[in-house]
């Protein structure tokens, strides 16, 4: 009895196939070598949620709320950087080099700490200095240029 189960099991299994292929059901990741479930529920096919603790790239902040075609390839998933240029336009024309994570953070591109990355430059911030409007010192800023013009005092204090 044993073999006429699996027969028909098998049968059945052939039959859902063809009729999910004939039906447009063919996986549309075409180089993914992961079980459909890993990522899709059974219940809701486009409640998706994956992991990507369990990658080299976990999902911090406001990643977290990405949608996933909007880094990768819906072809194939391994197609992709982390690099942030790869999926944020650099507004520094690349002036500022490729270690974004030294000035932004996950939180959002505006949100950074001022007084941290000026104690690694040659003009650490300090007391009043803190409170001033970045513009007011990095005058081509809205080019992506962050270079001090100069930093001797009385260009700013007469």
């Avoid at 189960?5 to 996986?27: D, W």
């Avoid at 409640?47 to 880094?71: I, M, Q």
């Avoid at 200095?129 to 513009?135: E, F, K, N, P, S």
Wanted: glycine residues 4%; aromatic residues 6%; negative net charge.
């Amino acid at each position: 009895m044993k073999p006429k189960v699996l027969a028909i099991a098998v049968e059945l299994l052939a039959t859902f196939t063809l009729y999910a292929v004939v039906n447009g059901q063919e996986s549309p990741h075409k180089n993914l070598n992961l079980n459909c479930e890993v990522c899709h529920r059974a219940t809701e096919w486009t409640d998706v949620r994956f992991n990507h603790d369990r990658t080299k790239f976990p999902l911090e902040e406001r990643h977290r709320n990405v949608p996933c075609k909007s880094c990768h390839n819906i072809e194939d998933f391994s197609n992709v950087t982390s690099e942030c240029a790869s999926c944020h336009p650099d507004v520094h024309q690349a002036k500022m080099g490729n270690d974004c994570e030294r000035c932004h953070g996950f939180k959002g591109w505006e949100v950074f700490n001022v007084e941290e990355i000026h104690a690694n430059t040659q003009f650490p911030l300090m007391g009043k200095h803190t409170l001033v409007d970045c513009q007011s010192c990095h005058v081509n800023q809205q080019q992506g240029d962050f270079a001090l013009l100069t930093s001797e005092c009385v260009s700013c204090h007469q």
